[in-house]
């Protein structure tokens, strides 16, 4: 994946997410179009962030900031989609990164807990979590088998979706390839998620009943 490629992920994985979280604040909960490109964000924002910490990025620090941003977001989560649970996928990701801290350093009992107890706390629980985990030994060293392993992490989402759409990411990862340039903005993707929040529970609050 080049640098430009990933970021240009990154923004359409936010387009797709936005699309998703519309229909499901202020449109009733399913809009044809929207929804199902909505399916593509978590396997776009997943696949980047394991080819990211494969690359050598900074498990513990992920974790740091992206708990960080998660439990800012998780009331304006709450309040935006009405439920406590599951916690916001900020949080889902802090948890993959976790994960991957913890193998790295054969911190095998944490492990046990994360992928445990608290897998079941956050938004695509261990279907999320499998294909972190999967896309990040995969991009450690691309074997046929470590591949075969992404598919099938692929197919536990898509189960866990209860429907197919997330395959759509599949394709669309080709553009990682892209010699584009497109400036990194890690800040402005949470001041996104945080501020879109914001405003769709806004909206909800005001015009719906």
């Known amino acids: 994946m080049t640098s430009g490629g990933r970021e240009l992920l990154k923004w359409l994985a936010l387009a797709a997410m936005t699309c998703d979280h519309v229909a ?17 964000a978590f396997p776009l924002f997943a696949l980047v962030m394991a ?8 498990a513990g620090k992920s974790v740091r900031r992206l708990a960080l941003w998660g439990v800012i977001a998780q009331p304006v989560h709450a309040w935006a989609f009405g439920n406590a649970l599951p916690l916001n996928v900020l949080l889902s990701f802090a948890l993959a990164a976790a994960c991957v801290w913890s193998i790295q350093r054969r911190q095998w009992a944490l492990l046990v807990l ?40 692929m197919a536990v989402l898509c189960a866990w979706n209860g429907n197919s759409w997330a ?11 892209a010699n ?5 903005t890690r800040w402005a993707f949470y001041g996104y998620y945080l501020g879109h929040l914001v405003l769709l529970a806004s909206i909800a609050t005001i015009l719906l009943p």
Request: aromatic share 10%.
């Open 180 to 184: 584009v340039t497109v400036p990194r």
């Open 167 to 177: 395959l759509l990411a599949l394709p669309v990862l080709g553009l990682a390839l």
């Open 24 to 40: 499901k604040v202020l449109l009733g909960g399913y809009v044809p179009g929207l929804s199902e490109a909505g399916r593509t």
């Open 114 to 153: 994360l992928v445990g107890p608290v897998a079941m706390l956050v938004d695509y629980g261990w279907a999320g979590l499998l294909l972190v985990l999967a896309g990040w030994w995969f991009f450690l060293r691309p074997t046929t088998g470590r591949g075969v392993l992404v598919v099938l992490a």
């Open 51 to 58: 080819y990211n910490l494969a690359q050598g990025a900074d």
